[in-house]
């Protein structure tokens, strides 16, 4: 293996291109890095995009302008570890904004249906605390919730 390590790649329909600019706008600290473009070869139009490969914080993605056949599902998602409460409802509101959905347990998909669970700092600590009472009633809150609610989490917990 390389020392590059390891590149997500996205499957898109068309939309690597604005996809790639909209993760560059949520995500502060990254980078266009090359775009990639149909030849007369094909099987897109010659000259279209067909890669655009970028980084964010680090992390190496490429959307690709796959076509139709594939979708992406919540099987695969990607975690995102907040340092404080605003940088949680930051992550959480803007990609549930502009066409994004709320799941459960923090879960959310962005508006091309890619899967994101937004973590404030805290609430992995409570799911996995030594004492598995509060362990449990951490989880089973945060069962019940949408966004998570730290202070919520540690209230069930502390309730035992």
Known sequence: MTTQGFTTCLWFDGEAEAAA???LSVFKDGRILRTGRY??????PA???LVV???INGQRFVAL???PEFHFTEAVSFQIHCSDEQ???YYYDTLTGDGGQESACGW?????GLSWQVIPPGAIELISDEDPGRAARATAAMLRM???DVAEMRRAADAG
């Open 21 to 23: 600019d909209y993760y």
């Open 39 to 44: 030849t007369e070869a094909g099987p897109g």
């Open 47 to 49: 000259g279209s995009v």
């Open 53 to 55: 490969e970028f980084e």
């Open 65 to 67: 302008n796959g076509g």
């Open 87 to 89: 940088e949680a409802d």
């Open 108 to 112: 959310v998909k962005d508006r091309f």
């Open 146 to 148: 949408k966004k998570l």
